[in-house]
């Protein structure tokens, strides 16, 4: 009889530590896959960050060649940069109305 029962103790014991290594099993499955895609996800987060530095370079950049093609725009013609904008999208303008004109004179 007791025999049986450490039989049966044992047999409990060693299912429970099969479902226990099972288990540890698909943990550490589980935290490989975490691991994985947290180095995909940095990787990803680098490349972004990358991305963000060259265009905010590239801004920078941008911004004092306007600044300069401004001052060179009062020094060279005399003009204020926004007036010479402003000309330019008037004569834009009357060059788009002009070629409307155009094009239904010649249809």
């Known amino acids: 009889m007791e025999r ?6 044992r047999r409990g ?3 429970e ?3 226990s290594t099972e288990e540890a099993r698909l943990l550490r499955e589980q935290l ?3 691991e994985h895609n947290l180095k995909v ?8 960050r990358e991305a963000r530095s060259t265009r905010s370079a590239h801004t920078a950049k941008l911004a004092v060649e306007l600044e300069y093609m401004e001052a060179a725009c009062v020094s060279d013609l005399g003009i ?3 007036e010479l904008r402003q000309q330019r999208m008037c004569n834009a303008s009357k ?3 002009w070629r409307k ?3 239904l004179a010649a249809g």
């Open 32 to 34: 490989k896959d975490l």
């Open 13 to 15: 014991a060693l299912e």
């Open 17 to 19: 530590a099969a479902q």
């Open 95 to 97: 060059a788009k109305r």
């Open 4 to 9: 049986e029962r450490l039989t049966e103790a």
């Open 41 to 48: 996800l940095r990787s990803e987060m680098d490349a972004f």
């Open 80 to 82: 204020e940069a926004s």
């Open 101 to 103: 004109r155009t094009k």
